[in-house]
Nanobody, 114 residues
Framework: QVHLVESGGGLVQPGGSLRLSCTASGSIFSSNAMGWYRQAPGKQRERVAAISTGGSTNYADSVKGRFTISRDNAKNTVDLQMNSLGPEDTAVYYC????????WGQGTQVTVSS
């Protein structure tokens, strides 16, 4: 059974930072690209950032220069460092392994509000 467990969400003021972390079971993590997606109320789920098994990264235009995805292959974790957060970043953030058709975490809420 695959487990993706996210942590690190919460409430932050505009301009602030949060770091999300996702821990995955070993066999799935090591053989899959990992990604972070988000879904805001009334909107479709969108990919925010992804990182390949080799460490290549890709970002949505809306977060380029503000968010950084990283993976620790020794710990089976993938993190999303989010800086300069704005209200438009408010969403449930999901960890993913292997693309949209594969493995998902339960999601963690990020709320950006003053």
């Amino acid at each position: 059974q695959v487990h993706l467990v996210e942590s690190g969400g919460g409430l932050v003021q505009p301009g602030g930072s949060l770091r999300l972390s996702c821990t995955a079971s070993g066999s799935i993590f090591s053989s899959n690209a990992m990604g972070w997606y988000r879904q805001a109320p009334g909107k479709q789920r969108e990919r925010v950032a992804a990182i390949s098994t080799g460490g290549s990264t890709n970002y949505a235009d809306s977060v380029k220069g503000r968010f950084t995805i990283s993976r620790d292959n020794a710990k089976n974790t993938v993190d999303l460092q989010m800086n300069s957060l704005g209200p438009e970043d408010t969403a449930v953030y999901y960890c993913n392994a292997g693309g949209p058709g594969r493995f998902w975490g339960q999601g963690t809420q990020v709320t950006v509000s003053s």
